[in-house]
């Protein structure tokens, strides 16, 4: 028995690699049962999706094996492989990423998110409220996981005021004899109750001042239970919040970006997604869920009390709401007050929004209709804008320097050096989205995806309304094991050709399936922001899992009710646009070009 447990141990160790020689093998029947080009471009995809998901590969590595298998296998000249690794979509994901950096370098999100919490009040449930408007805000314009990693610091700095020091460092505690019967434990760290808080701060000199009455027992452990639920509110609230925001913006989070990719490969034509009309959809709807996502973890874990019975507040409560509002302030003054860098980031980052928005805004006519049609693009403006980043100066100017012989003749730091960016901006996510792009060409150009939309005959009955429900259900499941990109990079092919055959309009599926991948509350590894907060040592699965089902379940209805009423009459999605007739009479010629090519060896 021992022999077993110990070489299923070294089985463990290795599995990635079995992953990575087992698979190629696994799938070879794919290339011998299905049409040529077909089977070639799906052996690729379902290689990439499973070492995506079992992560065999780094997923930038992953990204990559287009350059390599495409040529090979007969799918994609290298020429046209390449290039979908650098589309003007990347270089708009990296302006964002590089404006991000910029905020970061000079401490302006942490600026912005301690400003917030002193305007929105100190009770838990405002607290709360103000955390995740914050977090939403930055993770528009920063990652999900750079919003998550900032906020929590700050969320620990506000409950270490709230309940007290030894509270918050509670797993740091391993065992304590003083601990009363009465604490509880969250599976991961010991939890010490609001009566060992309260009596770790008596003299320990003089015991007897610790008795207490059974009816004050009473009231602190209830005061325990409270601070415990607000504390896991707290940690909860911050990734989710994180999550919705990043859906905000197309810059916000990769699938996004990969929607926009996607749809300009699959169907060039179409023109009516922008950072501009993106917003206007997905603004209000995470507004929307931001507020009921509140209410919900607000009421479930005792922020706010359903109860009619008007309670008075305790004096530690009280006490506690003075202290943490005084170390918020406390930690707002140590910034400082706001440097010229500050304020030109700022400055840069109104600019870059307003650019983005009024480009091409639909409803009326935007800055790019005084450009050549089609010479402008989201990733011009961006690219625009992060160039001057790096040569814009962090001080003011002085005139007098030219003339005071004796100032100091020392180099003006700009407000981005090329050394921050390297060190900040996640290059493998653009390899990632580069990766998804090129899969997109190779399923369109090899006909994989009408082969795909042969198979969803079956589906050709739904009501595209169920649908769109249907699909959100599946992809949002989906998203909870897989990364959010590799999911949407798989699924929007399918998604395309499913609306086809549905004759909706594609969008009509690819968005929902878009924003759904962002909506992975239920555990931990669902993404990066969950495992941030889930590391603290302070949540059970089970604590996000129980939150985070209604969360997926209000996700996916308000993206039915968004797709089926602003968001229709926003991008057209009652009509069957002409660009998907276009579409497929491309994918007819590109399959026959393909074939004579292969039959030809041209």
């Not at 990439?48 to 094996?65: D, G, H, K, N, R």
């Not at 750079?146 to 460092?169: H, Q």
């Not at 916000?252 to 922008?274: M, R, W």
Request: proline content about 6%; overall charge neutral; aromatic content about 10%.
């Amino acid at each position: 028995m021992s022999a077993l447990v110990a070489l299923v141990k070294k089985i463990w160790c290795i599995k990635k690699f079995i992953v990575l020689l087992l698979t190629p093998v696994i799938l070879c029947p794919i290339l011998l049962t299905l049409p040529p080009q077909e089977g070639k471009c799906l052996y690729v995809v379902l290689l990439m999706a499973l070492y995506w998901c079992t992560e065999a590969l780094p997923l930038a590595v992953t990204a990559m094996l287009p350059i390599i298998l495409f040529p090979f296998m007969g799918i994609l000249p290298s020429s046209k492989v390449c290039p979908q690794y650098f589309l003007d979509t990347n270089f708009l994901f990296l302006s964002g990423l590089l404006m991000a950096a910029a905020i970061e370098e000079w401490n302006l999100h942490r600026r912005i998110a301690l400003k917030v919490l002193m305007l929105v009040g100190v009770q838990p449930a405002k607290l709360i409220l103000g955390m995740m408007i914050t977090t939403a805000f930055l993770s528009m314009w920063l990652s999900n996981t750079a919003s998550t990693a900032m906020m929590l610091p700050i969320a620990n700095a506000v409950l270490k005021s709230l309940f007290g020091e030894k509270f918050c460092k509670e797993k740091n505690i391993k065992s304590n004899d003083n601990i009363p019967a009465t604490s509880q434990e969250n599976g991961l760290h010991p939890v010490p109750t609001e009566l060992q808080l309260l009596t770790s701060n008596e003299d320990k000199e003089a015991p007897e001042k610790v008795e207490i009455s059974i009816e004050n027992h009473s009231d602190m452990e209830k005061e325990h239970e409270y601070q415990n639920r607000v504390w896991k509110a707290f940690l909860i609230s911050i990734p989710y919040s994180a999550s919705i925001g990043g859906t905000a913006t197309l810059t916000g989070t990769a699938p996004n970006l990969i929607l926009l990719g996607q749809i300009k490969s699959f169907f060039p034509g179409c023109d009516v997604i922008n950072f501009g009309s993106w917003f206007v959809f997905a603004f209000p709807l995470m507004i929307i869920f931001l507020i009921l996502g509140w209410l919900w973890i607000s009421i479930s874990h005792g922020a706010i009390s359903l109860s009619c019975r008007k309670k008075e507040k305790s004096t530690i409560r009280s006490d506690a709401e003075v202290k943490a509002k005084e170390v918020i302030t406390e930690d707002y003054r140590k910034l400082g007050p706001i440097i010229f860098a500050e304020k030109a980031v700022f400055f840069f980052f109104c600019l870059f929004a307003i650019l983005l928005f009024t480009r091409d805004p639909k409803f009326i006519p935007g800055w790019a209709s005084a450009f050549r049609s089609g010479f402008t693009s989201d990733a011009v403006t961006g690219i625009t804008i992060s160039i001057i980043l790096f040569f814009f100066p962090s001080e003011k100017p002085s005139l007098s320097w030219w003339f005071d012989l004796k100032a100091p003749n020392t180099e003006n730091k700009p407000l981005l050096s090329w050394k921050k960016a390297q060190e900040t901006v996640p290059w493998n996510i653009i390899l990632l989205l580069g990766g998804g792009f090129a899969m997109a060409k190779g399923c369109e150009a090899s006909g994989l995806s009408s082969w795909i939309g042969t198979r969803l005959q079956p589906l050709e009955g739904l009501p595209p309304a169920l649908a769109v429900l249907l699909i959100t259900i599946l992809i949002a499941s989906f998203t909870e094991f897989a990364s959010n990109t590799a999911t949407i990079i798989v699924f929007l092919p399918v998604l395309s050709e499913l609306a086809i055959r549905l004759k909706v309009n594609p969008l009509y599926l690819m968005i929902p399936g878009t924003v759904g991948c962002s909506y992975a509350f239920m555990l931990p590894v669902s993404t990066p922001p969950n495992s941030i907060a889930f590391s603290t040592g302070h949540l059970l699965v089970k604590d996000m899992a129980k939150t985070g089902l209604l969360m997926n379940l209000m996700g996916v209805l308000l993206l039915s009710l968004a797709m089926n009423t602003w968001a229709s009459s926003l991008f057209q999605l009652d009509t069957f646009p002409d660009w998907v007739n276009i579409h497929t009479d491309n994918i007819t010629v590109l399959a026959t070009t393909t074939a004579y090519n292969i039959t030809t060896g041209g």
